[in-house]
């Protein structure tokens, strides 16, 4: 149980297009989804949290406009790189936490997505 | 805001012995969890063990255990029986009010056959 996907797990674009990345959790409901970012050999940075239903909230420092998050439902939330630039070539991993608990649940990670910016 | 530490950039073992990964963290709070992720070369992050802070028994998952001190705020974690399948990154993550998880800098363990 707990699984959780990301699709696509790679991804090539151009400079200046927008990329859409998928975080599902396949066996359970997700209140609350979390968006991370790390570079080669470095820590996870979270970068937003994700409620279904409402607006995510950003951590200080990521662009709203530039790192588009949707939770539209219980198993699916998306993060959207808008006007991509080299720069945001990074690996984004998103995570979900199971619903119906309080701060204990634990989070479950999904496999990762690999942006590549040419 | 909560700071985690892993003074260990990278530790190797033998395998079959036993390695200990240290971890110390900031925190104001008493309620709180911690947690040992592995990372391995696919960079899956896969949760390797869970420790509430109000629990004083240790916890243990097979081969990994951990050393929970809370008033020294260390939370090292011990894989006993290395297996070349050990090889990975591992980040101690502490549970921050809000529920956000906060990582440390992460430790790459070698395991040498």
């Known amino acids: 149980g707990a699984v959780v996907s990301q699709h696509p797990s790679r991804v090539i674009c151009k400079s200046g297009t927008s990329v859409k990345i998928e975080c599902r959790s396949l066996?359970?409901?997700?209140?609350?989804m979390f968006w991370y970012r790390q570079f080669p050999k470095q820590s996870l940075m979270l970068m937003a949290t994700?409620?279904?239903?409402?607006?995510?909230?950003?951590e200080q420092g990521v662009e709203k406009d530039k790192f588009l998050i949707n939770h539209a439902s219980l198993t699916l939330s998306t993060l959207t790189v808008t006007s991509a630039h080299p720069e945001d070539s990074s690996f984004y991993i998103c995570s979900a936490r199971q619903a119906g608990g309080g701060r204990t649940d634990t989070q479950y990670f999904g496999p990762g997505t690999r942006l590549t910016v040419l | 805001a909560q700071t985690v530490t892993q003074s260990q950039p990278e530790m190797s073992v033998q395998e079959a012995e036993t390695v200990t990964l240290s971890c110390t963290y900031d925190t104001s709070e008493s309620d709180y969890y911690l947690f040992w992720y592995k990372q391995p070369p696919s960079r899956q992050m896969i949760l390797v063990i869970r420790q509430e802070a109000y629990k004083q028994q240790n916890a243990t998952e097979n081969r990994f255990s951990v050393n929970f001190q809370k008033a020294a705020k260390s939370f090292s974690l011990k894989i006993s029986d290395s297996q070349l399948g050990d090889a990975a990154m591992y980040f101690c993550?502490?549970?921050?009010?809000?529920?956000?998880?906060?990582f440390g800098t992460g430790t790459i363990l070698r395991v040498k056959s």
């Open positions: 994700s409620n279904e239903g409402s607006k995510a909230t950003y």
């Open positions: 066996d359970f409901q997700a209140t609350t």
């Open positions: 993550a502490y549970l921050e009010y809000g529920n956000k998880l906060v």
